[in-house]
């Protein structure tokens, strides 16, 4: 079946850039989302990218595809003390179907 | 525009009694799903309604769950009997539904404690 990884932790300092990686397995995938989770709250959409997009920039966020590898990564640039969160990548084969969700990474942002 | 909006946010239960679970989508979108979050995952569809119908329920545990979307806009999730392996959180989301609109938007979540 479908599979989505990530990595559980990263740790960076403020103000650097954090990278958080995904990979998943589903060749038909058609668009690939970032969401965001803090301690007991919802999911919040960060940003998402099309298959057929190889960079997307949004601000401080930065989103790459690699489709041959079906690697993605979010990079968050001069990271701050309010992105510390879990950081969830998830593939959907399009046409409002479900949602592949990775296990999600734990981002620590230290001062 | 609000979000999505789920209530309760949390419950606390014995097991074997039921438990019910309310979702308002956002305004508009016909799309509505129920996710399950167990502790350290990433959520896990339950069902999918287009408007008013189910059209993927696969992962529904149908012995003991059901799910309705009466009218095509509120939906409720209940559990009768609950398990102590059902303590998790169970997440709502939106979407339009429609081609290249199909970004899904979640509530907060109601957090379910099973004893």
């Given at each position: 079946?479908?599979?989505?990884?990530?990595?559980?932790f990263l740790s960076?300092?403020?103000?650097?850039?954090s990278?958080i990686?995904?990979?998943?397995?589903?060749?038909?995938?058609?668009?690939?989302?970032?969401?965001?989770?803090?301690?007991?709250?919802?999911?919040?959409?960060?940003?998402?990218?099309?298959?057929?997009?190889?960079?997307?920039?949004?601000?401080?966020?930065?989103?790459?595809?690699?489709?041959?590898?079906?690697?993605?990564?979010?990079?968050?640039?001069?990271?701050?003390?309010?992105?510390?969160?879990?950081?969830?990548?998830?593939?959907?084969?399009?046409?409002?179907?479900?949602?592949?969700?990775?296990?999600?990474t734990?981002l620590?942002?230290?001062? | 525009?609000?979000?999505?909006?789920?209530?309760?946010?949390?419950?606390?239960?014995?097991?074997?009694?039921?438990?019910?679970?309310?979702?308002?989508?956002?305004?508009?979108?016909?799309?509505?799903?129920?996710?399950?979050?167990?502790?350290?995952?990433?959520?896990?569809?339950?069902?999918?309604?287009?408007?008013?119908?189910?059209?993927?329920?696969?992962?529904?545990?149908?012995?003991?769950?059901?799910?309705?979307?009466?009218?095509?806009?509120?939906?409720?999730?209940?559990?009768?009997?609950?398990?102590?392996?059902?303590?998790?959180?169970?997440?709502?989301?939106?979407?339009?539904?429609?081609?290249?609109?199909?970004?899904?938007?979640?509530?907060?979540?109601?957090?379910?404690?099973?004893?």
């Amino acid at each position: 079946g479908e599979d989505v990884e990530q990595s559980l932790f990263l740790s960076v300092r403020e103000g650097d850039s954090s990278v958080i990686n995904c990979t998943y397995t589903d060749s038909s995938s058609t668009y690939l989302y970032w969401y965001k989770q803090e301690p007991g709250a919802g999911l919040q959409l960060l940003t998402y990218i099309f298959s057929n997009m190889d960079m997307k920039q949004d601000q401080r966020l930065t989103v790459l595809l690699n489709k041959k590898d079906k690697h993605l990564s979010l990079r968050i640039a001069d990271t701050q003390t309010g992105d510390s969160a879990i950081y969830f990548c998830a593939d959907s084969p399009g046409s409002a179907r479900q949602l592949t969700f990775g296990s999600g990474t734990q981002l620590t942002v230290l001062p | 525009e609000a979000g999505v909006v789920q209530s309760p946010r949390y419950k606390i239960i014995e097991k074997k009694q039921p438990v019910a679970f309310w979702c308002n989508p956002i305004s508009g979108h016909n799309t509505l799903y129920w996710y399950r979050q167990n502790l350290g995952q990433g959520p896990e569809l339950l069902i999918r309604y287009e408007n008013e119908e189910a059209v993927d329920d696969s992962q529904l545990p149908k012995d003991r769950f059901s799910a309705e979307r009466l009218k095509g806009v509120d939906s409720t999730l209940k559990i009768q009997p609950a398990e102590l392996g059902d303590s998790a959180v169970y997440l709502c989301a939106s979407s339009k539904g429609q081609p290249g609109q199909e970004t899904q938007y979640f509530g907060p979540g109601t957090r379910l404690l099973v004893l």
